[in-house]
């Protein structure tokens, strides 16, 4: 049986990729092994949102090289989309798949071991008209459920290389939603998260016949679905239908990732945002006046080029005043092809990291206070293996939470009884 192996960087869109062209393969007979066994064909699943991910697909795909001189390497995802050359001009690799044709990923790498020819199959992402339906052909290895719905974004934020990595706005039809959906829960999977490029602009490409309201309805009414959860979305695109849901059905989970990326609004103009920080503080209050427990969480920014002290100051100023369960702190990562990366103003590195520093230092604080909320209370945690063996677990707003339980509890709904901070999470106590 010949075998494969993957890596993947980057986001939960390109995980549940990764695990798309895993059933591929599977399906052709392939065995799936670990990245650093024997194989005979490799895939390397890169990403391109920063220059530090750029740096790790180059050197993973190295690996692959090195790990099996004579097997196929086959490279996709982001980094190639945007950089084919630069990858085709690694030394060993033998496929250069974009970020479409994934369906083709097997005959792809058979073709190139076949000829012994490198095989460029990197299309022009910005006439991709089609959403790229790969059915999930094997159930992944782990307790949560990738389920991508939508492809693409067509927001050109200033410092962001995705939209010419992804290409226009794709939407997954309901019909293929609902069927992947049922499929997952079929092979015993309890959450089922929802993720796109541009999660919120779902159903944007297909005349309004559908929203991301519709999506999530469309995904409750599986039978046998005991949680959703939505991946990162665009403020301004959280919909009145999307928070009545959430306060309608507790299946549907109270947290929601909105990335704020700066709390300044010179700043957030020059980023192409369309948002303003009253705007965004407004529709964060609204939403945890209507559910209670909602975990906040968000991305921002630091040393966005041209960014002063002074607008810096009311980033923290603004992050501090708005009760984040957690913020995930990025130093601005000069990215060649977007507009940012001519901007006049390059913040130094050494004080992009004096910025993130700060901020860091108030998302701890901010995480620390939102977890301490919730000690004395009884949530529902869905658990998983932990890496050093035992169990933790999620609540639906996002809580990591720590028990004494074997792995036996791993895939299991449980009510338990939190008792304080632990590590980065809560403590806590089956109840029931
Ligand atoms: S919304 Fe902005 S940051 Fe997000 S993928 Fe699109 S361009 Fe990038």
Redesign the pocket.
């Known amino acids: 049986m010949p075998k494969v192996a993957f890596t993947t960087l980057g986001c939960k869109v390109n995980q549940f990729e990764t695990e798309a062209m895993e059933g591929l393969f599977k399906a052709r007979g392939y065995e799936v092994v670990a990245f650093d066994q024997p194989a005979d064909v490799y895939v390397v699943n890169t990403c391109s949102v920063t220059h530090l991910g750029e740096r790790k697909s180059r050197q993973l795909i190295r690996r692959a090289v090195r790990t099996a001189p004579g097997a196929t390497v086959v490279v996709t995802g982001c980094y190639a989309q945007v950089s084919p050359g630069e990858v085709e001009a690694i030394e060993g690799v033998d496929v250069i798949v974009g970020t479409q044709d994934r369906q083709r990923i097997v005959d792809l790498a058979e073709e190139a071991a076949a000829s012994r020819r490198q095989v460029r199959a990197v299309g022009d992402i910005m006439a991709a008209a089609e959403f790229e339906d790969i059915p999930l052909l094997a159930a992944p290895g782990r307790t949560r459920a990738f389920l991508k719905i939508q492809e693409g974004?067509?927001?050109?934020?200033t410092?962001?290389?995705?939209?010419y990595a992804?290409g226009p706005l794709r939407s997954r039809p309901l019909a293929s939603i609902g069927r992947e959906a049922a499929k997952f829960v079929a092979a015993g999977f309890q959450e089922i998260v929802l993720t796109g490029?541009?999660l919120g602009a779902y159903g944007q490409d297909l005349g309004g016949a559908a929203t991301l309201t519709d999506a999530v309805k469309t995904v409750l009414a599986v039978p046998g679905v005991a949680r959703v959860r939505l991946g990162?979305l665009?403020s301004i695109e959280v919909s009145d239908g999307l928070i009545a849901l959430m306060h309608e059905d507790e299946r549907l989970c109270p947290h929601l990732h909105l990335?704020l990326?700066a709390g300044d609004d010179a700043v957030l103009a020059a980023m192409?945002?369309h948002y303003t920080t009253a705007g965004y503080r407004e529709l964060v209050r609204g939403i945890q006046s209507r559910v209670p427990d909602i975990a906040i969480t968000t991305d921002i920014i630091v040393g966005f080029p041209g960014e002063t002290a002074e607008q810096f100051a009311n980033t923290l100023a603004f992050a501090a005043g708005m009760d984040f369960a957690r913020i995930h702190v990025f130093p601005y990562s000069r990215r060649k092809g977007t507009p940012a990366a001519a901007f006049p103003g390059q913040v130094a590195e050494g004080e992009k990291k004096r910025r993130a520093g700060a901020l860091q230092e108030l998302a701890d604080r901010q995480a620390a206070a939102f977890h301490e909320r919730f000690v004395g209370r009884e949530l529902a945690v869905l658990f998983e293996p932990a890496a050093g063996g035992g169990v933790e677990g999620l609540t639906g707003n996002y809580l990591r939470v720590y028990v004494d339980g074997d792995r036996g509890l791993a895939r299991q709904l449980r009510r338990v009884r939190l008792q304080g901070l632990h590590r980065d999470g809560l403590w806590g106590e089956i109840a029931d």
Do not use: K, L, V, W
């Open positions: 974004c067509a927001n050109f934020c410092y962001c290389i995705i939209p992804r490029i541009h990162s665009e990335p990326q192409n945002r």
